[in-house]
């Protein structure tokens, strides 16, 4: 649909979030890299590919400075109004990460992630808006232990929910959260180690409990996407390695899995089953109306540059397409993928398009 500039221009480049579609039709989202100060841009799309620059992060993005290279996506609330996180800068002193909001005339407010106890670092995730308005989200870093947060932005005022334990098997959490519309969030935590991350669920009140932790590198580790869940609370995610084809010391593919409502896990699928497989499933999967699930890899797949897949509600695995076919495919997906009512799944690629700068992709569900 779209290849970011190059990397002398002013466009953005680089995205790693994924892209959200708003209610008036138009894709959203932002990039890591460039733009007027090479800090990342917030942007806006058309379904025909006509891309828009909303906002262009100051070349200033470090202490006391404007937010600055944004990992995750954008959040749209009630009112028109984009949410995200700079994974550095910020308006306080320590240029560790910050919350931004921008408006529908592209004017910018900056939310510090410091509390009066302690303070949220190295927010990577999308946000979460619920119907009164507050923001969610998550921090890799900071809190308590250093190990990571999830925190609440409500009337401009910053509060940690909870602060993760550096004890555990666990780093904080890279990914965002998902909610059941009954108040509950849920979310992941990562771990790079042989055993370690885990899902977890959270109330509003911040009262945390894990529902699974990831024991093996049979059994995935490092789970980093976002989660889907289904009607009947099934919990649907991927982990970035391990699996039934890790190879210690060699390949580390990833996992598909599901977990029930009463915690009990499932592998749905294993990468590296054949040679052109995808392997490494850094971004979030997505359910459709008949119970399929669709998500990406980052790479493999027939030309080494990730895939877009599918599982079946009866857990038939289909590469749908493998990125890298030419010159001026996309390459290297993560981040959140979006699916439209028309069937049309929506996403971008770190890398390739036409200027090698990263890409946002339309693929169309029918006879797949």
Known sequence: MYSFGPAS??????????????????????????????????????????ESILYSFAVNG??????????GGVVMDSNGNLWGTGSYGGTDNHGNGTVFEISASGQESLYSLVTSTTAGMLPCSTLIADTAGNIYGTTNGGGTSGAGTVFKI???????????????????????LITDG??????????????GGQVFQITAEGVESTLYSFTSR???????????????GNLYGTTAYGGAYDEPGGSSPGTVFKISPSGTKTILYSFGKSANDGEKPYGSVILDSSGNLYGTTNEGGAYGD????????SGVMTILYSFGASATDG??????????NAGNIFGTT???????TGAVFKYHLTNS
Request: aromatic share 8%.
């Open 9 to 50: 221009g002013t466009d953005g480049h680089s995205p790693s979030g994924g892209v959200m579609l708003g209610n008036d039709g138009y894709l959203y989202g932002t990039t890591h890299a460039g733009g007027a100060n090479g800090t990342g841009i917030v942007f806006k799309l058309s379904t025909s590919g006509a």
């Open 62 to 71: 470090g202490p006391g400075g404007d937010a600055r290279s944004p990992l």
């Open 154 to 176: 409500s009337g401009g005022v910053t509060s940690i929910l909870y602060s993760f334990s550096a004890a555990a098997p666990t780093n904080g959490p890279f990914a965002g």
């Open 182 to 195: 009954a108040g509950n969030f849920y979310g992941t935590t990562e771990n790079t180690g042989p055993s």
């Open 218 to 232: 049979k059994d995935g580790f490092d789970p980093v996407g976002l989660l889907a869940r289904d009607s009947a």
């Open 306 to 313: 990730g895939t877009l897949f599918k599982i079946s509600n």
């Open 331 to 340: 390459q290297n997906p993560s981040g959140a993928i979006v699916l439209d």
């Open 350 to 356: 770190q890398n390739g398009g036409a200027n090698g």
